[in-house]
């Protein structure tokens, strides 16, 4: 599992263990992993060209003495001051006696850039200053090279809210920071790599990442005396006239979910046999079509009010998606005491809260809180980055995926896949997460580097669960 814990939390670790520590030797720890991933990153140090963007405080100290290192080594090091009455005066000292240099912009020939201009306190974007450097920087062909986060960039929040950094990679200190997680910032961070510098951290954090051993320990594994019925059944209330993909599609993802059958609801039964000869197909309503254990309701679905009414007044775990988040009833959502999921793009997610979308695809991570919050249920918002919210616990964010994943129907595939999880026994939050990382591995399959359909994801599934549990 990745965590990500927020700057007021990190601050707080980093004085408790400054005050065990001799002076500057928690800078030193930073700056050595940091000097180290670069010289990783360069594969020769000796001759390379280096330049750091410097700027006031202890960010622009790590990288200077990161420089120094690198310079010891023989590189030529070059630091850029975007205050120089604020530098760090240590690691400008230490940057000068390993023979490094001070200049006024970025030279001709570079091999790597340090951004070190601001670290997780920054706010609002780089300041204007600082621009035509960074632009010069990137321009170069070098390597970039954030300095705990890129400057630019808001560190708990994952927002960009004016000019930034973009980096190849970030070496961060102690702790993932939100913010390299979550897009639009994570896009802008490049490869991670954690420094471990000691610090305490409290056990609950703002933000964690599921990796393969936490998915394979969540997946359902049928037991010796298991029958179809014993490992779950999950419901598919899905498809229309105009939409009949959408059925079939959702389908695909719920008999690959790891549930023991599936119900299907609705008006597309003869196109789902077709393909799917296994389901059980019922023309409704869901509440006379047979016991399940979870409920999906919504891709394609068009205006049948009525049916997602009707799975939202069962007691069992319900996942709502497309049109059935246009057709929620607010009131009967709070009145449910079984376990909700709700799986809304940025567009769906916007209409939800009443603002923009815009303002929901520059703030995923508030915006999946407040959902979670407003509806009193858990919220898997799709998305370049996808996040699970529960009423309780750290947010999830989803490591893996393509963009080739935006697809149409990818969405409904996701669904059946949650939806068959949660009928198998897993909590909505669990449900959401395992569903998001395997349908973005199984995307990855798929895609290879070129264009993918819906319903190649779904047939990459198995291959992406035994990817998790036979690594």
Partial sequence: MRFAYSMETVRAAEQALMARLPEGALMQRA?????????GLLGQVYGARVVLLVGAGDNGGDALYAGARLARRGAGVFAVLLAPDRAHAGGLAALRAAGGRVVPEVPPRVDLVLDGITGIGGRGGLREAAVPLVRAAEASGAVVVAVDLPSGVEADTGQVLGESVRADATVTFGTYKPGLLIDPAAERAGALRLVDIGLELPAGPDLEALQHADVAALLPVPAAESDKYRRGVVGVVAGSARYPGAAVLAVAGALRGGAGAVRYVGPGGDEVIARFPEALVHTGPPSKAGRVQAWVVGPGLGDRSSEVADVLASDVPALVDADGLRLLDETVLRGRTAPTLLTPHAGEAAALLGVSREEVEGARLASVRALARKYGVTVLLKGSTTLVA??????????????????AGSGDVLSGLAGSLLAAGLAARDAGSVAAYLHGLAARRAATGAPIAAHEVAEELPGAWRDVTNP
Avoid: F, M
């Fill in 31 to 39: 700056a050595a992993g940091l000097a180290a991933a670069c010289a």
């Fill in 390 to 407: 529960g009423a309780e616990g750290p947010v999830r964010v989803n490591p893996t995926g393509t963009p080739w994943l935006a697809t």
